[in-house]
């Protein structure tokens, strides 16, 4: 435990850079904290009255990846590409509909009742309104202390005196354990939610967007606090948000969903410095920029087009075509796979480039057969 | 509830200070509305007259404090007087401490069947609201059969199956007053349970039982006591009705439906007989009306 650290380290934030970099070799080499294989999150849409339909809207779908201790993983994406549900999914808030979650070396997919909850020690979630996350109707000790009577830690003094720890570990007055969340900031009442997360000390926290509903100027400070709390507890996160540069800065790997599927997942640096996937591309050109010498450190701007498609009714081949700058004939007619193309960056897309291209298109149906004219792909 | 306290285990001198910083929000958001202040007013009196009546009534045995009613037939249908405030009725007894010896028995009507009729019905709400799927369906569709009945109906009905008394008059409100109770609390657990801070409970590894108690119901209870404290009124004006129709509390129960159905043989003459229990009953509905008001206001919730 580390316990007794009045003055919050705020030495952390700044040395961001070496730290990950430092964790990524570590790291890397061991075994997984999280493993997801083909995790699939498929809800069933009944029209009308007659539940007779068999549609479904396909939120997560086949989505594969690794968390490795300490590092933090983060998800991005448009609202309604699955990013929350595949977060909560993973923190088997949700049942899973299809594929494996292994968390620790051990298959806890299907785990129920006691078993589950007793998971819920290991893996905590930090919502994205913390307006709501809180119990209007129970004090902030009370909210903290929770998880640790759930849990039956320590003795009733041991857990007051936790709830004071904690509250001094998020930076709020030990005062506020007799509070109201509705007498709380935004900002103070994530920090609350947070103190709540930690006080079992979990493994794995899952983090839904965890600054989305707080002012600017407070996101910075969450931010930084939770990258005190990784280095300090060695938590591992998955961070789960829709605003790349606020990822930017905090994860190490980074995965780029669109309709419940993975269009790229690379490392941090790898993912800004040479994004492979058309959409990766246009988010990036989407992000705001304040002068001009930070508009040439990103890609050749590409204008972002169109809606999300309707998730119930995802576009045939791949599911990006619609939208993107760089379609080709063939996009809605093949569906590309999710191939590694460069160590630890994985691409979906049949524009893949270099030698893994012939092993994308090797990979197609026979039906279908490409020819490059004049840079394009025709069947 | 357990939790909206200050905990014994926080500092104990400020626990005082804090209880009393609740106790002052909660007197000021009370008195933003007088219509609430005059009702708990109303209420406080009978609950005053009802504990004290042996002390305040003139003649405490006419209403059959200590035995069965009195009778004196040389005093009957006298009108009021300095004497008897409210008169006398056909056997000579002082209606005005019968009157207040009546506030005991309504308010006990009130209590009891509302503290059945929640004790009830808020389970069922719960559960079928929590669980939802094929129980919470069964649940709320047996509520929706004993709502199909209009009450009164109902209550007729079981208080001539049993024997017609006090007791079972009780028991028939309660029998038709529970659906109600079911139904809010059905509906507002359905939106209390989308909260994420019921996710973030069972996110935490706590019971499906602790999620309830801890996080759903506190936050379902501002409504259910608004809809009890204006449903007070109503239980005993529907006791007072039974009581009326010979069904309820029998004579010479000193009970106000009871007396205002003996009384209405002697109007218009002996008007007193029936009017100053109809003034008791108007009156603590009334009460019950305005502080139910104000606690909505108060708790800015919706009843029905």
Known sequence: ?379 | MSDTEPTVDDSTDSALARRIDDLNRIVYRFRQNPMSVVGLAIILSFVLIAVFAPWIAPYPSDAGHGGEPAVHFDQKFESPSADHLFGTDQAGRDIFSRVLFGTRLSLKIGVVVLAAAVSIGVPVGLVAGYVGGGVGMTLMRITDVFLSVPPLVLALSVSVALDSSLTNAMLAIAAVWWPWYARLTFGEVLSVKKETYVEASRGIGATSFRTIFRDILPNVLAPITVKMSLDMGYAILVAAALGFLGLGAQPPTPEWGTMVSQGRDYLPGQWWYSTFPGLAIFLIVLGFNFLGDGLRDMFDVEVQ
């Not at chain 1, 699955?82 to 494996?100: E, F, I, N, S």
């Not at chain 1, 909850?117 to 919502?127: A, E, I, K, S, T």
């Not at chain 1, 941090?268 to 994004?275: G, H, Y």
């Open chain 1, 1 to 379: 435990m580390s316990a007794d650290s009045p003055e919050p380290p705020d030495a952390g934030s700044s040395s961001t850079e070496s730290r990950t970099a430092i964790h990524r070799a570590e790291d890397r080499a061991g075994d997984p904290l999280v493993s997801v294989r083909d995790l699939k999150k498929h809800y069933p849409v009944s029209d009308g009255l007659l539940n007779r339909s068999k549609s479904y809207v396909k939120a997560v779908d086949g989505v594969s990846f690794d968390i490795f201790p300490g590092e933090t993983f983060a998800v991005v994406g448009e609202s309604g590409c699955g990013k929350t549900t595949l977060g909560k999914t993973v923190a088997r808030l949700y049942g899973a509909t299809d594929g494996t979650l292994t968390f620790d070396g051990r298959d806890v997919t299907e785990l129920e009742g006691k078993q589950l909850r007793r998971l819920r020690r290991d893996v905590q979630v930090v919502y994205q309104d913390p307006s709501s996350s809180l119990n209007p109707r129970r004090r902030i000790g009370n909210i903290i202390r929770e998880p640790l009577d759930v849990h039956d830690v320590g003795t009733k003094a041991q857990r007051r005196d936790r709830v004071a720890e904690l509250l001094r570990m998020v930076d709020l007055p030990v005062e506020f354990r007799h509070r109201y969340p509705n007498a709380l900031s935004g900002g103070q009442k994530q920090r609350v939610a947070i103190a709540r997360a930690i006080a079992v000390e979990p493994k794995f926290v899952v983090l839904d967007e965890p600054t989305s509903a707080l002012d600017v100027s407070v996101q910075a400070k969450v931010i930084s606090l939770l990258d005190d709390l990784q280095d300090e507890l060695g938590l591992t996160y998955l961070l789960i948000s829709h605003d790349l540069s606020l990822v930017k800065n905090v994860a190490d790997r980074i995965g780029v969903m669109y309709l419940g599927n993975f269009m790229e997942v690379a490392d941090s640096r790898a993912l800004f410095r040479n994004p492979l996937n058309p959409y990766t591309e246009q988010l990036l050109s989407a992000i705001p920029v304040i002068e001009s010498h930070e508009q040439s450190l990103k890609p050749t701007a590409v204008e972002v087009q169109g809606e999300t498609p309707d998730p119930q009714n995802p576009p045939s081949g791949c599911p990006f075509n619609p939208r993107c700058h760089r379609r080709f004939d063939a996009c809605d007619a093949v569906e590309p796979e999710l191939v590694e193309v460069e160590p630890g960056h994985l691409t979906r897309c049949l524009h893949t480039p270099g030698e893994k291209r012939e092993e994308v298109r090797k990979a197609l149906p026979d039906g279908v057969s490409f020819e490059e004219r004049d840079g394009t792909l025709t069947d």
